[in-house]
Structure formats: structure tokens, C-alpha cells
């Protein structure tokens, strides 16, 4: 095996991976970035696309922003789509100085990758059979190779290898699975909407979101088990129509469809975020359903805390802001759970109990009528401040 040695071994090059490496090599600390897939399959995945006022300033600041900047849609406001009715949320007026911005989580990781080149990090795709030699006295392993690091982050998503490294025993595992799915489809179409609505029909849930003006999202409430060829264009077409063509006068332009995703619904937390030398950042610790719109943010937030806390220590020689990155990670974490469930519980079709039902028709009321209640919407859709 040929040894070699950094201070960060990163592994996985999605959004939280790719922002840390660009964090640490900012402050001059040495990283290697592993990632199992090809760069174009990294930058041809097609995920979310709302980056709350944090996480726009935060890539801004790194100096990642400049596309985000001319070609991503700032929005003041969404639509909650209900009983025959829009009921806008303002930000501007429920809170002022916070907005979204509208830009696929694909182009921040073509910026990210792109940045991170430039200035002569060390990134390397369909790196094989990564596997994390020890957590103690860290080293990873891959393709032959073996890479000692003062530290290692696990940025590999939900499926990585990071986790499983951890003892069963040392990790406090939360989860919920919901009992549906999102279809989700991009298309060569203009929004019909200048803001994102979110629609509750009787017939299941839809969104209608953006990529650019000529191109749009939109996500089907689907059950579980739903493939993406399960569903002709047409189909798809129909039954966006029938659950957005539900206030007078809105009609929904189609177009054609370039790609159909299936996404599953489910929450999940492993606690604590960091083991030894080992931290885990983004979707390898945490899986909140997309309704919120919070996964892509809370992966930037846990690597802006972890990045500092490294920083600090390669300053200082201190590990106090390593020994509290978990606690600070999972405050947010929790509270992006809560409201993640809170938005899913809202809006989709559940079956089953009609007092649960009547329910909802209250919550959903209260949140079109009630300032304290689409403030709470707003503040955390747009995003928490940060506690630094
Ligand atoms: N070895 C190397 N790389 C791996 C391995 C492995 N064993 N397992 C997974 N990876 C890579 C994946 O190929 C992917 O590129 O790790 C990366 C993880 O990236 P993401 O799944 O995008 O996770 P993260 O960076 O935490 O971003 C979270 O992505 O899934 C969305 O909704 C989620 O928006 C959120 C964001
Ligand atoms: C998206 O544009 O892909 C999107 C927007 C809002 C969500 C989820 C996904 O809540």
C-alpha cells in the first residue's frame, strides 16, 4: 500500500464535502476529497433547489457565489394552495431582510467543484472502495491506497460508508418513514407561477417550483413504491394540472419532461455527529423529507460549524469548538426536523383517520389566517440565523 498524509480526509463529494474542502483549503489546512462517482455524475444529479438566506450568504462569502448571484431567483414569498384558494406567505412583510434563493443544489456543486480545482485541491472521483481504516488513529483506505488524517469527514450522504464505521452502540439512530413518495420531474417549461406554490388538493400533494425562466420542477405525492416509468408524461402532465388548477384562473403550462426522479419521504437522525476523529456532516448524519426544502441547508450549516471548528484548532491548538460541533449541529438539526414534519404534515394526503384529516383542514386554516402562525413558516423556511 502507498501511504500518503492530510490533515482532512473528506469523503464524498456532494455539497457538504465540496464546501468544506473549499472552507479548509481557504484557511490554508491540507485536504484530500474522496468521491466514489464520476465529477459529471456529480454535477448531473438533480436534487432540491432553495437555499435559504444563510446558506446563499454563506456560499457568497466563500467566494462561490458570483453565478448563484446573476443566474439563481431571489423570492420574497411562497404559495400555500388550499381549498380553492393562494394564500401568499411574505417574507418581506413577516421577515424583513430574509429571502430565498432559487438555484439547483446541481449548479452549487458544479461552482463548488469548479472553485475547489481552481485552487489546486486535491479532489478524486471514482475513487474505489473507500473504508475508514481506524477511527482512533485515523486513516482511510481506497483502491490500494492508504491515507493517514488527523481527521476524517464522513460527507457521504445517507448511503455511505461513514456511519457504518461507527459502533452500533455508540450511535442513537431517530427515524421516520412517511407513507409516500415524491415523483419529481424537470421540464422545458416557463413557470406558471412567479413563486413557488405548495398545493394541498384533495388528490395529494404538488409543488410547483423553478430552475430558471425556462425551466421548471415539480414534485407529485406519490405511494411509496412508485417508479419513475410507472408514470407516461401525459399522466404526470394530467395530474399536476388536476391538483394546481384549483383557484380561478391559474393554468398550468406544459412542456416537455427531460427527466422523472422518484424520491423517498423519511426523516432521519444519528446522534452524536462526531466519534473520535471521525465528524459527519450532512446527509451521512441527518434526513429530513424535502417538503421543508432544508436538506441542502443543513448540510452547509453543519460544514460552516465544522470548518470553524477545525480552523480553530489548527490556529490554536483548542478543541473546544470540535468538542461542541455535534450539540451545535443537532440544535439546528432538530429544529429542521421539527418543521420538516410540520410542512409534510400539513400539506400531504394522508389516508386513513378523519379526525386527523380535520385536523390538518385546521392547521392549514390557522396558517392562512394567523401572523404568529406563517411567521413561524417563514422564519424557518427562509432559515434560522445562524448561532455564530
Ligand atoms: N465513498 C466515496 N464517496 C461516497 C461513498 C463512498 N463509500 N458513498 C457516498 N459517496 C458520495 C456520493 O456519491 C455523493 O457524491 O458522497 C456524496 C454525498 O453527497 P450527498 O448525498 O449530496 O450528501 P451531502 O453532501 O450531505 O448533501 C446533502 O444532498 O441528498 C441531498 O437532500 C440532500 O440536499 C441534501 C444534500
Ligand atoms: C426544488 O425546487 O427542487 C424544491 C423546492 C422546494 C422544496 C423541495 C424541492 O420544498
Redesign the pocket.
Known amino acids: 500500500m502507498r501511504p500518503s498524509k492530510t490533515s482532512v480526509g473528506i ?8 464546501l468544506l474542502a473549499h472552507l479548509l483549503s481557504a484557511k490554508g489546512i491540507d485536504v484530500v476529497v ?4 464520476s465529477r459529471a ?2 454535477e448531473s ?1 438533480v ?2 433547489g432553495v437555499l435559504e438566506q444563510g446558506t446563499a450568504d454563506t456560499l457568497a462569502e466563500a467566494g462561490v457565489g458570483e453565478r448563484m448571484r446573476a443566474e439563481g431567483q431571489v423570492h420574497h414569498g411562497i404559495e400555500l394552495r388550499f381549498g380553492g384558494e393562494g394564500h401568499r406567505i411574505a417574507f418581506e412583510e413577516l421577515v424583513p431582510g430574509r429571502a430565498i434563493t432559487v438555484y439547483g ?1 446541481q449548479e452549487v ?1 458544479k461552482d463548488l467543484i469548479a472553485a475547489n480545482l481552481a485552487n489546486g485541491v486535491d479532489l478524486r472521483f471514482e ?1 474505489e472502495d ?1 473504508a475508514i481504516g481506524s477511527l482512533a488513529d485515523p486513516y482511510l483506505t ?1 483502491g490500494g491506497e492508504r491515507l493517514d488524517c488527523d481527521f476524517i469527514a464522513g ?7 461513514s456511519r457504518e464505521s461507527v459502533p452500533a452502540a455508540d450511535l442513537a439512530v431517530y427515524e421516520k418513514t412517511y407513507p409516500f413518495a415524491w415523483l419529481g420531474i424537470l421540464a422545458d417549461v416557463a413557470p406558471s407561477a412567479p413563486e413557488l406554490v405548495y398545493s394541498a388538493s384533495e388528490r395529494g400533494f404538488s409543488l410547483h417550483s423553478m430552475r430558471s425562466d425556462s425551466v421548471s420542477r415539480f414534485y407529485l405525492q406519490v405511494p411509496p413504491d412508485t417508479r419513475p416509468d410507472d408514470w407516461t408524461h401525459e399522466a404526470i402532465w394530467a395530474e399536476l394540472k388536476a391538483r394546481h388548477e384549483t383557484v380561478p384562473g391559474f393554468t398550468l403550462a406544459t412542456g416537455p419532461i427531460t427527466q422523472v426522479d422518484v424520491a423517498a419521504m423519511r426523516s432521519f437522525v444519528a446522534e452524536p455527529m462526531r466519534f473520535g476523529r471521525l465528524f459527519l ?4 448524519a441527518h ?2 423529507p ?1 417538503t421543508g426544502a432544508k ?2 441547508n ?2 452547509v450549516a453543519d460544514v460552516r460549524v465544522l470548518a470553524r471548528a477545525l480552523g480553530e484548532y489548527y490556529r490554536t491548538g483548542s478543541e473546544a469548538l470540535l468538542d461542541a460541533y455535534s450539540a451545535a449541529c443537532l440544535d439546528r438539526v432538530w429544529r429542521a426536523q421539527h418543521f420538516s414534519w410540520w410542512m409534510t404534515t400539513l400539506l400531504h394526503r394522508f389516508e386513513g383517520d378523519p379526525y386527523d384529516r380535520r385536523l390538518q383542514q385546521s392547521h392549514l386554516a390557522y396558517v392562512a389566517r394567523s401572523r404568529a402562525q406563517a411567521t413561524a413558516l417563514a422564519e424557518n423556511y427562509t432559515g434560522l440565523p445562524y448561532a455564530d
Open positions: 469523503i464524498g463529494a456532494g455539497p457538504a464535502g465540496l474522496l468521491e466514489r462517482r455524475h456529480c444529479r436534487r432540491a443544489q456543486v475513487v473507500v481506497f460527507c457521504d450522504g445517507f448511503h455511505g460508508v456532516a450532512g446527509d451521512a434526513i429530513v424535502p436538506g441542502l443543513l448540510a
